[in-house]
């Protein structure tokens, strides 16, 4: 059984910077694609970052390029979204995806429960 899981996510003031984490069971992430969504209050779930897992195509939502950095730890089998220059806009509920490819959280197999995010003007 695959389980992803979220976490780092928290309360952080404009401008600052924070580390998402997800770690998974049961699936290798240096084997597969992953994919960072978030979805805002009221709004629908939209993409944010890709990693093939030949790490030889990353992707990032123009929204979070340059921001906004995907990368993994194989040997702690986690994979990580850096968050910097955070926005107010940026606030959501973060999730990790695997096994899939794409700009669409539904292309994907896996689904972790995500994390909140909020940053404060």
Not at 4 to 29: D, P
Not at 37 to 65: C, H, I, L, M
Not at 111 to 119: M, R
Request: net charge neutral; hydrophobic share 35%.
């Amino acid at each position: 059984q695959v389980q992803l899981v979220e976490s780092g996510g928290g309360l952080v003031q404009a401008g600052g910077s924070l580390r998402l984490s997800c770690a998974a069971s049961g699936l290798i992430f240096s084997h597969n694609n992953v994919g960072w969504f978030r979805q805002a209050p009221g709004k629908e779930r939209e993409f944010v970052a890709f990693d093939s897992w030949s790490r030889a195509n990353t992707d990032y939502a123009d929204s979070v390029k340059g921001r906004f950095t995907i990368s993994r730890d194989n040997s702690q089998n986690t994979v990580y979204l850096q968050m910097n220059s955070l926005k107010p806009e940026d606030t959501a509920v973060y999730y990790c995806a695997a096994r899939g490819l794409g700009r669409e959280a539904t292309n994907y197999n896996y689904l972790g429960p995500g994390t909140q995010v909020t940053v404060s003007s």
